[in-house]
Structure formats: C-alpha cells, structure tokens
Nanobody, 124 residues
C-alpha cells in the first residue's frame, strides 16, 4: 500500500505545474487526500486537502488562490494544480491519505498512508 506523487519539475516564477497522486494497492475514493510540502531546513507543512467526495477542500493561507486541489475517483487520482508559483513554493511535495483526515487536515497524524514525494523547484 503506497502512494505515488508525480508531476514536479523546474519552473520559472509565475509558472504552473500539475501534481498527481496515484495509489498502489487501495482505492483513493475511500480517503481524504492531503498534500504537504517540505523545503530544505524547514518543517513539513500542510498545503491542501480534499475530502473523499470532493465537495470540501482546504488550503493553507500561503497557497490560497494559487493552488487548486481536485480528484477524479473514477481515475483513482488526486491532483494539485499549482499556478503563479513563487520561489518560496520550492519544496518536495507529498500526498497522503487518511480515512477522515479532512477533520484535521493540517495534522500529519491524521493520515495513514504517504507517498515518496515529487520535487518542485521554482527558479529563474
């Protein structure tokens, strides 16, 4: 049972990326999915979360209005659209799944399964 995050890369400030989170060994539709990020020398921080039905979403203040989380349960995939990227968005981005993680979405302990992360670098 694991999650695979992908879609990261190098992008200039103001650019966009779309991250994907795909499970292996289970169905995403039963779980709330969160995205976290960790920059070098910094603590991991919660970025966004979507509940299992996709009708409730949550965002950190630092990304609100620039990032959009969505899910396609038929494709067993959750997406994080990153727009208007800033250098301070540079980090490894992780997705995580938790049965009712949306109730405490910014708390790492709310999640049961974690992916290996994908690197996002914003630089000119």
């Amino acid at each position: 049972v694991q999650l695979q995050a992908s879609g990261g890369g190098l992008v200039q400030p103001g650019g966009s990326l779309r991250l994907s989170c795909v499970p292996s060994g289970f169905t995403l539709g039963y779980y709330a999915i969160g995205w976290f990020r960790q920059a070098p020398g910094k603590e991991r921080e919660a970025v966004s979360c979507i509940n299992r039905w996709g009708d409730s979403t949550y965002y950190a203040d630092s990304v609100k209005g620039r990032f959009t989380i969505s899910r396609d349960n038929a494709k067993n995939t959750v997406y994080l659209q990153l727009d208007n990227l800033k250098p301070e968005d540079t980090a490894v981005y992780y997705c995580a799944a938790g049965d009712r993680a949306d109730r405490a979405w910014a708390t790492s302990r709310a999640y049961d399964y974690w992916g290996q992360g994908t690197q996002v670098t914003v630089s000119s």
